[in-house]
């Protein structure tokens, strides 16, 4: 009874949040969104979004702020479902996403940048560019067309008309491109930008980085005895929460026999499940992660990693750090969303239920678990090499100068 009422909650606060979302698109975004088209351009307006304006984070973040580190004097708007709840450098102006300010941001910006797909509530105008920085590496799950049939027609309309006005989007390796170029619904004039993920050069340029993992422990007062193991599952369309039933507390004890040390978990759940985080009952060795905005730093001062379908298993394994896969609900995901075969073939160890997890962690060898992964990467190489960002805002500079 405790989950279904959880359930329930989770899904009414979904149902309220969508409907404050479709009164601000009938009051306001359908009529005044065509009225914004007319407002010039202005040239140094660069507008962000972060997972529909949920936080500061993700390559979005990192990206603005290397447009800083520029010091070219760029507007930088960013969009936020809540202003009282995140913190901007002062070089970053934020604006509430559902208002009508945010859509003459939109309209007189010279550049969006984005991570997830939208319809866009005021049409790209020809001098505009539009850089897709889409919020994940290669992953397990079947993504756009590969799922269509699941994805409902809203989202699909959405996605395709995202994709004919992308002017570039970031790749972080070949499989990606290719994924890009079968599902994504691009335009030809599409530039896939393969410079790796901005997020990324922040764990790129860390790797054995002794003062950094310090730095971070104690920014998020982890003590330094302790073996901090991250667990980041990825959200279910239905909000189920099936798949997030591990049983941390005899993983945790597996983990210490393991590496002989004390353990706690950190629980840090997509942005899109992060109203169902209330059903976890925290404890001091149970930590709740959701509320950090910057998975990156998390994954530099975490030790080993727990997921399940999330493509976050490939950024923390840039790390050289243990990543394990834990799919409670394989079969079900796999009918009801979709999974690509190459899960298959990823090198971390897979468990569809807890006892499967522990024993995994309890035989877990670091020479015979690394010697598969440096194989699984030179047959599929990635491009994260710690200078993506620098790369992204040369193309957007190029694209401004191309573009007056």
Not at 42 to 69: C, P, Q
Not at 128 to 148: N, R, S, T, V
Not at 187 to 202: A, H, M, T, W, Y
Not at 289 to 318: H, K, N, P, R
């Amino acid at each position: 009874m405790r989950y279904s009422r959880l359930e329930h909650i989770v899904t009414s606060g979904n149902i309220i949040e969508k409907g404050k979302r479709k009164i601000y698109k009938v009051l306001l975004e359908y009529p005044f969104g065509k009225l914004m088209y007319l407002f010039p351009i202005k040239e140094n307006r660069i507008v962000i979004d972060n997972f529909g304006g949920k936080g500061y984070g993700d390559s979005t973040k990192y990206i603005a702020e290397g447009l800083i580190r520029k010091n070219c004097q760029y507007d930088i708007i960013w969009l936020v479902d809540n202003l009282a709840s995140y913190s901007f450098p002062p070089q970053i102006k934020p604006v509430k996403i559902d208002s009508l300010q945010a859509l003459y941001m939109r309209a007189t910006a010279k550049v969006w940048i984005d991570n997830v797909r939208h319809l866009h509530p005021v049409r790209k105008k020809k001098q505009q560019i539009y850089l897709q920085a889409w919020h994940a590496p290669f992953g397990p799950k079947k993504a756009e067309a590969d799922a269509e049939a699941e994805l409902g027609e809203k989202y699909v309309k959405e996605a395709k008309y995202d994709g004919q006005i992308a002017d570039g989007i970031i790749s972080n390796s070949k499989l990606l491109d290719n994924q890009f170029r079968r599902a994504f619904w691009l335009s030809k004039n599409v530039e896939i930008l393969k410079f790796g993920l901005p997020r990324n050069d922040f764990l790129a340029q860390r790797i054995g980085d002794v003062e950094e993992y310090k730095h971070f422990r104690e920014k998020f007062k982890f003590d330094n005895e302790s073996l901090y193991v991250l667990y980041a599952p990825t959200f279910r369309d239905d909000y189920s929460l099936d798949g997030y039933r591990l049983e941390f507390e005899k993983i945790a004890d597996a983990f210490s026999k393991r590496f002989n040390k004390k353990v706690k978990i950190v629980v840090r759940l997509h942005p899109n499940a992060a109203l169902q985080s209330g059903f976890i009952n925290y404890t001091d060795n149970i930590i709740n992660g959701t509320i950090y905005q910057d998975m990156q730093e998390l994954s530099l001062a975490c030790d080993i990693i727990i997921s399940d379908y999330s493509s976050c298993v490939f950024d923390f394994a840039i790390l050289k750090k243990p990543v394990f896969i834990c799919a409670l609900d394989l079969k079900t995901y796999e009918k009801t969303r979709g999974l690509l075969p190459e899960i298959f073939c990823f090198p971390f160890p897979m468990a569809e239920s807890n006892e499967q997890l522990i024993k995994n962690i309890l035989r877990f060898d670091p020479k015979t678990y690394f010697d598969k992964v440096d194989k699984y990467f030179e047959k599929y190489p990635i491009y994260d090499h710690g200078d993506a960002t620098e790369k992204t805002v040369e193309w957007i500079q190029k694209k401004i100068g191309e573009n007056r």
